[in-house]
């Protein structure tokens, strides 16, 4: 009997000339990789398609250098790369501090991954073992009867040695260790068990199979018969999940283990052992129901991750992600491992040469012969960091949080871009834009930014920001060129804030729930419109130009048409104070104090004008189970910006905040813009004199107006700057211009200790909200933000004897 013919398909090239329905000319096999038939290809597409395809077209990929990964090679995509870590290895063929390349576009799984990894660091480490390496390719034999299949079996058992040496002409890496066949009547599945070295396997073991299969078939039917022959029947589950592979292996079995103490489990996963042992438990009955082969979260999140970074074959994802994590709790917190039965991995061929995913393997120390069983330790140690971290969000509750989104399949009628159109500033906007004819709406990155606007609008499917836009009038030559500000609403805001919070706590998260009615988010999509109501110059000379608003309750819109902030001495300046210097402070503190006597002692006026939520004595203490947790995680999150002498100092504020909160109840109050540093504020600059120019008030409250000073010093001043002699200058210069302002007397002493218990406050909440923000989206400036803040306190705490001693001012 003849071996079968073996059919190979026609390229799409060949297929698409020989059709003779498309005007793609036929490209010569010799120059089918090169770039001008990969230029060919696209430009057939484009004709067919209609598409551009500009992003598909670049790429850093040399067609003549991909004739064993693709065919009809036309471009390339990008898939953004994080880095994970570091996690710390105690293993077999890796250890020390690894940090790994995933490439996804999955929010959060970095993430995920790193605070498992860092768990898993602080708990001593990761312990990794390679157990065995296998690939198996399983061809299909077909008899007449049951008695030449057993016979056929018993004529492999004395030719192996002959069949060995078949396959190793067909490669260097691939080695024959084993042929079991297993017999099902006249039919034999016979598998051949490689091991392949530092290559994942597929593709060789395939080729040495079907090598000395074609031999067998020649030597065998020299005098028997073999009815049937396919070089895979599905035994070898090939890119499939099996009992087989969870079982007996397929590609490489690695297990990761480590123990993690309750403190760990506490302090970074957010989470006791119990609830998660009692969360894996739920998880085991759960995979038992649904006939799942092992027990994991999501390794496949991780393997897929490395796997597309690192050029492995992407279809392996699916029987790689086979695995089995186990969990139980011990005296100390818990012990976990993973088990990986059949990780398929090389690092050396296939897509591993590529120069990029190479640069990946090289990060890893994983590139080359001889890495293989590193980089699959390397694997399982930070899948189990993402089946502990996932699991631990789970039981905590954080998981839903960390991937929701706010305004899904909500029953409102939300703006659209497209509606910003001349008829809807004519009918909404006012009298001004009666003349408008045509709106030009920029995408170019707004260097107003709003911190509130921006977050949100990540955690909501709504339209939400700032949007630069020119506006065109009749009878007009240039443009007025304006800011929209698209507003979230407080709900939105304080949604936003629990989410993050969620994230890192779920403690946390419900403080803030309670709060919620408390927080300064409460009103702020309202606050600002009120504000830009007013026509008094001691806000108006400060503020952009508002040239019109809008609010829908119902559809929840609130529009602002503000002016075009460009070109202001200082602006955008958070992240370098190089262009700070002491009359810029000034300069800011005189426009500041303007404000502030426009509403000073006017507690009814406020409250009834403005959507106002403040704090008060009685406020504040009921939330400190709030403040210990927000200065809690950022002790915990950012270590290295404290000393143990600043967490006793922020300790000992805590302790005393009835106190300090209750002198600052005593003190005279005004509407303060609440927010006032250099992400909203910069100068206008007019004959020789620096004027301050301040944007978003959503957060503005009644609060001590040494407040806003406090909050401009922190983030105007190096630490290096701080001295009591010159905050006092400050302090006393913004008294002396507040009382100017508002015709008034205010004492001294009275006035320098609010200066001083304002920071705290500034300490206490504000700066402890930067810090959770911090943790998920890097914020440049909060380390020196805090270096600063500390120092301020210091420095005041210098002339006190005692927290809540006699202040003293030189």
């Known amino acids: 009997m003849t071996a079968p013919k073996i059919v190979i398909p026609k390229t799409t090239d060949e297929a698409l000339s020989l059709s003779g329905t498309d005007s793609l000319e036929r490209i010569p096999a010799r120059g089918r990789y090169s770039e001008e038939a990969r230029q060919t290809r696209l430009d057939f597409l484009r004709e067919k398609s209609g598409q551009l395809l500009s992003g598909v077209d670049k790429t850093s990929l040399r067609a003549d250098q991909l004739r064993f990964n693709i065919e009809n090679f036309v471009g390339s995509v990008e898939v953004p790369i994080g880095l994970a870590g570091p996690l710390l290895f105690n293993g077999q063929h890796v250890t020390g501090t690894i940090y790994t390349p995933l490439a996804t576009t999955e929010g959060a799984l970095v993430a995920s991954a790193t605070r498992g990894a860092t768990a898993l660091s602080k708990s001593g480490g990761v312990n990794t073992a390679v157990l065995s390496q296998r690939m198996i390719r399983t061809p299909f034999f077909k008899f007449d009867c049951l008695a030449s299949a057993l016979h056929f079996s018993e004529w492999l058992r004395k030719h192996f040695i002959t069949i060995k040496e078949k396959t190793r002409q067909r490669s260097r890496h691939a080695e024959l260790i084993e042929l079991k066949p297993l017999i099902l009547g006249r039919m034999i599945h016979l598998n051949f068990i490689y091991q392949t070295g530092d290559a994942s396997g597929q593709n060789m073991t395939t080729s040495c199979t079907w090598h000395a299969c074609q031999w067998i078939l020649q030597e065998y039917q020299q005098r028997h018969t073999i009815e049937q022959f396919f070089i895979e029947a599905n035994l070898a589950s090939d890119k499939k999940t099996s009992y087989q592979s969870f079982l007996s ?80 709790q011990t005296e100390q917190g818990i012990y976990a491992c993973l088990l990986l039965p059949g990780l398929v991995v090389g690092t050396v061929g296939g897509g591993t040469g590529l120069p990029q995913q190479q640069e990946c393997l090289a990060l890893l120390n994983c590139a080359g012969s001889h890495r293989s069983a590193r980089f699959a330790e390397i694997i399982a140690g930070f899948c189990l960091s993402l089946d502990l971290s996932t699991l631990s969000a789970i039981a905590s509750g954080q998981f839903a949080a960390a991937h929701d989104r706010l305004g899904r399949n909500r029953p409102i009628k939300f703006l659209r871009k497209e509606e910003l159109t001349p008829a809807f500033f004519q009918e909404h906007m006012g009298e001004r834009f009666n003349t408008l004819e045509h709106i030009e709406i920029s995408e170019a990155p707004c260097h107003a930014e709003s911190i509130v606007c921006r977050l949100t609008a990540e955690h909501t499917t709504k339209f939400l920001g700032l949007l630069p836009a020119k506006l065109y009038f009749q009878h007009q030559h240039q443009p007025l060129q304006v800011m929209l500000k698209i507003k979230p609403t407080d709900e939105e805001a304080i949604h936003t804030l629990r989410t993050l919070a969620q994230f890192c706590d779920p403690r946390l998260a419900e403080e803030i729930k309670r709060a919620g009615g408390t927080t300064f988010f409460k009103g702020c999509h309202q606050r600002e419109m009120q504000l830009y109501q007013l026509n008094d110059s001691r806000f108006t000379s400060i503020a952009p130009q508002c040239f019109g608003q809008y609010q829908n309750q119902s559809r929840e819109i609130f529009l602002l048409a503000l002016e075009w902030l460009d070109s202001l001495t200082l602006m955008n300046t958070v992240d370098d104070l190089a262009g700070w210097h002491e009359s810029h402070i000034m300069a800011a503190i005189t426009g500041i104090a303007e404000f502030h006597s426009l509403f000073l002692g006017q507690e009814r006026q406020v409250f009834d004008q403005f959507n ?121 210069y913004h008294r002396q211009q507040l009382a100017k302002a508002a015709n008034t007397s205010l004492d001294k002493t009275q006035w320098h200790m609010g200066f001083h218990y304002s920071l705290l406050d500034f300490t206490v909440n504000r700066l402890a909200h930067y810090w959770l923000a911090n943790t998920l989206q890097d914020y440049p400036f909060m380390a020196r933000l805090t270096a600063t803040t500390l120092a301020m306190i210091n420095a005041l705490e210098s002339t006190t004897t005692q927290l809540g001693g006699q202040h003293h001012v030189d």
């Open 249 to 328: 292996g397929r590609g490489t079995r690695v297990i990761a283990e480590a123990h993690i103490p309750e403190n760990i489990l506490q302090q970074i996963l957010k989470v006791s052992a119990k609830e998660l042992v009692s969360a894996y438990q739920a998880g085991i009955t759960g995979s038992i129901q649904a006939g799942i082969p092992g027990v994991n979260a999501n390794v496949a999140n991780i393997i897929a991750a490395i796997f597309t970074a690192t050029g492995q074959d992407i279809a392996c994802v699916h029987e790689s992600s086979l695995a089995h994590f186990h969990i139980e």
């Open 612 to 732: 106002i939520c403040s704090m008060n004595q009685t406020t504040m203490v009921q939330l400190q189970p709030l403040w210990r947790l927000l200065q809690n995680h950022g002790l915990s999150e950012f270590p290295e910006w404290f000393s143990e002498q600043d967490q006793q100092q922020l300790q000992l504020i805590l302790e005393n905040l009835p106190m300090w909160w209750g002198i600052l109840d005593r003190q005279p109050k005004t509407l303060i813009h609440g927010d006032f540093n250099p992400r909203n504020l910069a100068f206008r600059q007019t004959s020789n004199q620096l004027k301050l120019c301040a944007w978003d008030w959503e957060l503005a409250t009644w609060h001590l107006p040494q407040r806003d000073c406090v909050e401009l010093l922190a983030f105007t001043l190096k630490p290096e700057q701080v001295t009591p002699a010159y905050l006092s200058k400050f302090s006393e």
